[in-house]
């Protein structure tokens, strides 16, 4: 069992930056591969970045160049660093435990979720 608690979410304008907190505890944290995922009002939730065990990245198409995702194995915590914003980042954002296969495979293991609204 995974338990994770977001943070860092909140009101920027648009080109502003923000960085999202993931914390972990439960089990051992260097074992999983985690995601960042958002779901925006009347979509579907999407992976925006993922990092492996071994810290190899990758990121939406929407996000890259824009995104950081990190992690810290001797915080337990991984960490979303999202920079030029856009109305369109607008959603809630959640971390995820899971596991590398054909790209991110997530586990049934989610935060509560931090919202992130870009708006001026």
């Known amino acids: 069992q995974v338990q994770l608690v977001e943070s860092g979410g909140g009101l920027v304008q648009p080109g502003g930056s923000l960085r999202l907190s993931c914390a972990a505890s439960?089990?051992?944290?260097?074992?999983?591969?985690m995601g960042w995922y958002r779901q925006a009002p009347r979509k579907q939730r999407e992976l925006v970045a993922y990092i492996s065990i071994d810290g190899r990245t990758d990121y939406a198409d929407s996000v890259k160049g824009r995104f950081t995702i990190s992690r810290d194995n001797a915080k337990n915590t991984v960490y979303l660093q999202m920079s030029s914003l856009k109305p369109e980042d607008t959603a809630v954002y959640y971390c995820?435990?899971?596991?590398?296969?054909?790209?991110?495979?997530?586990?049934?293991?989610w935060g509560q979720g931090t919202q992130v609204t870009v708006s001026s």
């Open positions: 439960g089990s051992i944290f260097s074992f999983y591969a």
């Open positions: 995820n435990a899971g596991q590398l296969g054909v790209g991110y495979v997530p586990y049934d293991y």
